[in-house]
């Protein structure tokens, strides 16, 4: 069974600084990764998704994946406090695109 | 935005009590999922379907049934209830593509005592 790590546990960055947040898989057959965002009380919403190797970027979110190294890494630049949230990376393979594997996240605070 | 309903939101019951909790999604979603979320483990999959019917099991499935009844419902049976199984349960839905997203419910929480 696939692991996925997510570093660190836990980050305070203050308002209007840049977050980055790291995740990497264990297993070598994961192609899709995704990061999604629970604040407190909530359930988790889709933020975004990552299936080349590359980057992508939504307004003051970018997010980067390497293949070779089943890393990704999810960096909010401007941080609000509104992006103080739990944010949990998921991981799966081609073909089984649907099952997902979740990291234990990272708390992120940001400090108005 | 995909539209997932969960009840009941809080519970609470006593060990070897019997625990159904229901999820319902109006999205004419094909996949629908248990999850339950703990400190220290994030979400972990209990057991999954792909259609009215279909079961499977997912990666933490012990002490858990799950029964799809029709595309709109899916059901997660708790039979023997223990301490252990208190935790923060998720439904989600997504449709039938390998890359689409996953729309989570807003969970119920389950206590055993």
């Known amino acids: 069974q696939q692991k996925v790590q997510q570093s660190p546990e836990s980050l305070i960055v203050p308002e209007g600084g840049m977050a980055s947040l790291n995740c990497t898989s264990s297993?070598?057959?994961?192609?899709y990764f995704w990061w999604y965002r629970q604040h407190s009380g909530k359930s988790p919403k889709m933020l975004m998704?990552?299936?080349?190797?590359g980057e992508k970027e939504e307004g003051r979110f970018t997010v980067h994946l390497n293949k070779a190294s089943l890393h990704t890494s999810l960096h909010i630049r401007d941080s609000q406090p509104s992006d103080s949230a739990l944010y949990l990376c998921?991981?799966?393979?081609?073909?089984?695109?649907?099952?997902?594997?979740f990291g234990t996240g990272t708390s992120l605070l940001v400090d108005p | 935005e995909a539209a997932v309903t969960q009840s009941p939101r809080n519970k609470v019951t006593v060990t070897g009590g019997n625990v159904t909790l229901s999820c319902r999604q109006t999205?004419?979603?094909?996949?629908m999922y248990w999850y339950r979320q703990d400190t220290g483990h994030g979400l972990r999959l209990i057991h999954y379907?792909?259609?009215?019917?279909?079961?499977q099991i997912g990666d933490v499935p012990d002490g858990y049934k799950a029964t799809r009844t029709t595309q709109e419902d899916f059901f997660l049976l708790l039979e023997l209830a223990s301490p252990s199984q208190t935790s923060l349960y998720f439904c989600?839905?997504?449709?039938?593509?390998?890359?689409?997203?996953?729309?989570f419910g807003p969970g119920t929480r389950l206590l055993v005592l």
């Open positions: 297993d070598r057959n994961v192609d």
């Open positions: 379907s792909y259609g009215a019917g279909n079961l």
């Open positions: 989600a839905s997504s449709d039938q593509g390998d890359q689409d997203t996953q729309y």
């Open positions: 998704s990552i299936f080349s190797n």
């Open positions: 999205n004419s979603h094909n996949y």
């Open positions: 998921a991981a799966s393979i081609g073909g089984l695109g649907y099952k997902l594997t």
